[in-house]
Each structure stands twice: as structure tokens, then as C-alpha cells.
């Protein structure tokens, strides 16, 4: 499996593939202060690179759309409707009133 990772995450792969080899410790000074991360945190990660390898360590939503996303129906229709009853309102008027 083909895995692309940023620059954050190869960082946060280094580290954890080093406490899972025990060249360094999961305390605040080694790892959680390297990675800004709690020692919980640290461990959280130690488990999923045990159990999904490099595909552990990447961000579990990438490619996915996000919850929160307005639908594409819904979001026509209240464009439409702001157009037929503000045609001189600004695009961003009726943004900060949401």
C-alpha cells in the first residue's frame, strides 16, 4: 500500500519507529517534547504503527469530505434565495450573518 505523507508526518513516523525500537522513551523530555505531543498521545500512536504500520501514523480523514459540509441542494438553494431577495447585498454579507 502506497502511503503519501507531509513533512509532520514523516517526522512523527521517525520518532515513533524510534520508542518502538527503545532508542528513545515516550517521556515529556524524548518523544512527546519532539513530537509537542502527551505521553498518551505518544502511545495512541506507538499502538496504531504496531498494528497498521506507516498507515497508522497518517491522518485517518485525509481524502474524505468533511462532516460538516453544507449540501450542494441546500447551498443552491440558499444562494438562489439570497439573490432573489438581496441582489445588493456583497457576497460576504450574508456569510457573516450565518
Known amino acids: 500500500m ?3 505523507m507531509n513533512d509532520k508526518e514523516i517526522l ?8 518502538c525500537e527503545k532508542r528513545i522513551r515516550r517521556s515529556r523530555s ?6 509537542s505531543l502527551s505521553v498518551c498521545q505518544i502511545q495512541r500512536l506507538v499502538t496504531r504503527f504496531r498494528q497498521l504500520g506507516a498507515a497508522g501514523i ?12 453544507i ?13 432573489e431577495n438581496y441582489p445588493d447585498f456583497g457576497p460576504t454579507l450574508p ?3 450565518s
Not at 71 to 83: A, G
Open 2 to 4: 502506497l502511503v503519501t
Open 12 to 19: 512523527r513516523l521517525s520518532t515513533i519507529r524510534d520508542v
Open 30 to 35: 524524548d518523544a512527546a517534547s519532539v513530537l
Open 58 to 69: 497518517v491522518h485517518q480523514r485525509r481524502g474524505k469530505p468533511s462532516p460538516n459540509k
Open 71 to 83: 449540501h450542494e441542494d441546500i447551498r443552491c438553494q440558499c444562494l438562489s434565495i439570497i439573490r
Open 95 to 97: 456569510h457573516k450573518n
